[in-house]
């Protein structure tokens, strides 16, 4: 038995080691963000440097990315542009990863970060939508929306029963289950360094060096990851961004 829970700690670390090493040895920096400049204006592209915003011409008007001393400084008009921030970059790859230094500024209720990967190009899948960790104030999901809940043939039959008032069907349910994994976490109002990285059909979430999350689903090993992207839905700080290529 204590050889057993030896290899599995073993094992554990290994993964949860320094997801950062892992890149450095396997995979190539196609792209480094810190922020330091300007923004202009409020517009989809205002952040500069390649980052495009898919809600921020819904409200022209809120500044919704404000780029201050080296951190980009999220505040999502959610309602009224009728949908979380949504900023992306182009990324490019099957396997690989990004690296985020983030902060919940503590200046809204129930602060979340998603980020993950977007293949706008692929068709079946609603916005192309892949697969994306989840951190919020008491947990962190990994979710593959590609073959569940974005697939377009299980939302249109999810989306009909729920407009009926009915029960969504059960295979849906079951299947939903297997896209998803939720793990604890406790948030906090301090920075932290997030790696998400997807190696074939797994992806996983490290905090600080620490495994949190990781998870087997087929939509993770989508050819072609082609945007990284964040959904805000309240507030997030965000200091420096890496983007990694295995392959």
């Not at 349910?173 to 939720?182: C, G, H, R, S, W």
Request: glycine letters at 6%.
């Amino acid at each position: 038995m204590r050889i057993f829970l030896l290899s599995a700690l073993l094992t554990v670390s290994a993964l949860a080691q320094d997801s950062t090493a892992w890149l450095e040895k396997n995979a190539t920096l196609i792209f480094h963000e810190t922020f330091e400049r300007e923004e202009d204006g409020n517009l989809a592209g205002a952040i500069g440097n390649g980052w495009n915003s898919a809600t921020a011409n819904r409200a022209p008007k809120i500044k919704q990315a404000d780029l201050d001393e080296g951190i980009l400084k999220v505040s999502s008009a959610t309602v009224e542009a009728k949908h979380a921030a949504h900023i992306h970059h182009e990324a490019g790859f099957t396997d690989g990863g990004a690296a985020v230094r983030f902060r919940f500024p503590g200046l809204s209720k129930d602060e979340t970060l998603q980020l993950g990967f977007v293949d706008r190009e692929l068709k079946g899948v609603h916005a192309g939508h892949l697969c994306y960790g989840v951190v919020r104030q008491s947990s962190v999901t990994l979710i593959d929306h590609k073959t569940g809940i974005m697939n377009l043939e299980n939302k249109k039959r999810r989306d009909e029963a729920l407009a009926k008032k009915e029960k969504v069907p059960a295979d849906l349910e079951a299947l939903y289950k297997t896209k998803t994994i939720v793990a604890p976490y406790k948030a906090d109002t301090e920075w932290h360094e997030l790696i998400l990285i997807t190696e074939g059909d797994e992806m996983r979430l490290t905090m600080d060096g620490k495994l949190i999350a990781k998870h087997r689903s087929e939509g993770y090993a989508h050819p072609m990851k082609r945007w990284f992207s964040f959904l805000i839905p309240a507030t997030v700080w965000i200091d420096d961004v890496k983007i990694w290529k295995v392959k």
